[in-house]
Nanobody, 124 residues
Framework: QVQLVESGGGSVQAGGSLRLSCTAS?????MAWFRQAPGKEREGLAS?????????YADSVRGRFTISRDNNDKNTVYLQMNSLKSEDTAMYYC???????????????????WGKGTLVTISS
């Protein structure tokens, strides 16, 4: 069993920034961030494979959010969120896939383990 622990959520005003962290109990070849707002479907936001150059972003966050791995602890990934909007309000989840980032990662396919989530609230 693998544990994923997210942190860094909170409440900020629109235009502000937050950095989410996710630490896995062991290295995963693909890690990703998702979010789910009340009444909405889960949305895949960003993924990062073992080769960190090949990051992928959803259109809704590209240019505002950045996913990265900790240089000193490859089991930890971050989601730097800038220029936050009220529509970014959601529960944010980290997920891990031990077979690599598949083509449908953004739908959650292949994600073996999930964290419990961290809440992000953006006020306008």
């Amino acid at each position: 069993q693998v544990q994923l622990v997210e942190s860094g959520g909170g409440s900020v005003q629109a235009g502000g920034s937050l950095r989410l962290s996710c630490t896995a109990s062991r290295f995963a070849t693909c890690m990703a961030w998702f979010r789910q707002a009340p009444g909405k479907e889960r949305e895949g936001l960003a993924s990062i494979p073992a080769v960190a150059r090949s990051t992928v972003y959803a259109d809704s966050v590209r240019g505002r959010f950045t996913i990265s791995r900790d240089n000193n602890d490859k089991n930890t990934v971050y989601l730097q969120m800038n220029s936050l909007k009220s529509e970014d309000t959601a529960m944010y989840y980290c997920a891990a896939d031990f077979q690599g980032c598949g083509g449908s990662w953004n739908r959650g396919y292949g994600m073996d383990f999930w964290g419990k989530g961290t809440l992000v609230t953006i006020s306008s």
